[in-house]
């Protein structure tokens, strides 16, 4: 259920409340074409077995091209709106990735659906986009999987209503922005609360997410129902961390109908995907990436393993 199937609107309207909290984000973490980066406070340095595996045009060049779509909130953003410099999820293990990689990993902004076909026009090598990895999109694409990213649930600064899952939401008012997946999850949930004897969720939708938020901040509703990396990232910059909570369910820790987000590469390039592949499992080895979840607010997302094409449609 990652939202970047398509682009919605519910984790970018979120940007309103984060932009103040961005630039404490980038702004210490930076990259070297050396191949050295402090990444969430940790050095990352060239591995030169991996750096051999890369495709010679790459080691040539010296970097890796990265299209992305900004902004989509926790995973790429603006360090200041207005300026082009960027932070975010995906460009800081996109940093971490070059680093160890011994290469740059160099992002350029593309609009979303044009991604996929940009990389297949050579334009690009890489995506790092918070792209669902399915299986449409492997027949033109591979993909490294990085994050498991579904919908979580947001409440109120210390949970007063005690919600736990999905089923603790029945019987309440829960806040969702409308024509989203989250609204969907809401909707098929509705026969889970009347077998265990609870009554419905009683669902409020809201045109933008933003609206939805201010909602809980009322106490109108006992939770908002989001994608879990918007809803985490939010619930670690809005009023400092002081105005909302993250529900973490541990039978969905990457959220609920989670789906493999994915580094889209070029079939053209395999060795790249080789590199990458190995490289993002050196960084899950030894904590980098864990870091990096932890600094944007969604740990639970990420993957214990660095797999390739782990569609689950």
Request: aromatic fraction near 6%; charge should be negative; include cysteine.
């Amino acid at each position: 259920m990652n939202a970047r199937i398509a682009r919605p609107a519910a984790a970018a309207a979120a940007a309103s409340i984060m932009l103040a909290s961005l630039s404490a984000c980038g702004g210490d973490d930076a990259a070297a074409p050396s191949g050295k980066a402090v990444v969430a406070g940790v050095e990352v340095v060239k591995d030169q077995e991996l750096h051999d595996l890369l495709p010679e045009e790459i080691k040539e060049a010296g970097e890796v091209r990265v299209a992305t779509d900004v902004p989509y909130p926790p995973f790429e953003m603006y360090v200041k709106e207005g300026e082009t410099a960027l932070t975010g999820l995906d460009y800081d293990l996109g940093q971490a990735l070059g680093a160890k990689l011994g290469v740059t990993f160099a992002f350029a902004p593309q609009k979303f659906d044009g991604i996929v076909p940009a990389i297949q026009a050579g334009k690009f090598d890489v995506a790092m986009s918070a792209i669902t990895d399915n299986k449409d999109r492997q027949k033109v694409v591979d993909f490294v999987d990085y994050s498991q990213s579904g919908s979580g649930i947001l409440v109120g600064e210390g949970n007063p209503s005690k919600i736990e899952n999905l089923d603790g939401l029945c019987g309440h008012k829960v806040a969702v922005q409308a024509a989203t997946n989250q609204l969907d999850l809401l909707k098929s949930h509705q026969d889970a609360c009347a077998k265990a004897g609870k009554a419905k969720i009683d669902i409020q939708t809201f045109p933008k997410d933003s609206d939805a938020q201010l909602a809980l901040r009322s106490g109108k509703v006992v939770a908002q129902v989001l994608t879990k990396p918007a809803a985490g990232w939010v619930a670690k910059t809005a009023d400092a961390g002081k105005a909302f909570d993250l529900v973490e369910d541990p039978a969905a820790p990457g959220g609920y109908n989670a789906s493999p987000n994915g580094i889209a590469i070029s079939k053209q390039l395999p060795e790249l995907t080789d590199a990458v592949q190995k490289a993002l499992q050196v960084l899950i080895d030894d904590g980098t990436l864990i870091k990096i979840y932890n600094k944007y607010g969604v740990p639970s997302i990420a993957v214990k393993e660095a797999t390739k094409n782990a569609s689950v449609d």
